[in-house]
Nanobody, 119 residues
Framework: QVALEETGGALVQAEGGSLSLFCAAS????????MGWYRQVPGKQRELVAT???????NYADSVKGRCAISRDSAKNTVYLQMYSLKPEDTAVYYC????????????WGQGTQVTVSS
């Protein structure tokens, strides 16, 4: 079992601004093989923002490429997301996510952080 804790409360940013999200994992962290961030708006499916594997392979959603940076400290089991040039359509609940080698069928999620981008 892995627990993911996102720090920071609800975030409100102006269009064109930037944000930083931080997540720390605890529990069976030895088995984590990928960490990342997803987001969800009401009525829509949760969608990928960015992920990073143990080997440093990064995947960004097309909607955030060029204005997003994900990084990870595997020793501390943390993942960090920075987004720039924010748009109103970035408004969503952002969830930290990880998968483990021990149980590759299970998705672990953080509690979610509301990000609102005002125009």
């Amino acid at each position: 079992q892995v627990a993911l804790e996102e720090t920071g409360g609800a975030l409100v940013q102006a269009e064109g601004g930037s944000l930083s999200l931080f997540c720390a994992a605890s529990g069976s962290t030895f088995s984590i093989n990928a960490m990342g961030w997803y987001r969800q708006v009401p009525g829509k499916q949760r969608e990928l923002v960015a992920t990073i594997t143990n080997g440093g392979i990064i995947n960004y959603a097309d909607s955030v490429k060029g204005r997003c940076a994900i990084s990870r400290d595997s020793a501390k089991n943390t993942v960090y997301l920075q987004m720039y040039s924010l748009k109103p359509e970035d408004t969503a609940v952002y969830y930290c996510h990880c998968k483990t080698e021990e149980d590759p069928t299970t998705d672990y999620w953080g509690q979610g952080t509301q990000v609102t981008v005002s125009s």
